[in-house]
């Protein structure tokens, strides 16, 4: 039955963990751009087109 409270407390933890991260990241801005990631692909690098 311990071992079920430390796997509780350890789960709980983590999950707080990733909140924390995820807050940080809405925080910084990492999720504005939601239009120019699906586009990136259809574009190609200049730096490639010299290597061909």
Known sequence: ??????????????????????????????FEDKHTPPIRMLFEDKDNINEK
């Open 1 to 30: 039955m311990s071992a079920l409270f430390i796997l509780i407390g350890a789960s709980l933890f983590v999950a707080i963990g990733f909140l924390i991260a995820f807050l940080w990241a809405v925080k910084h801005g990492q």
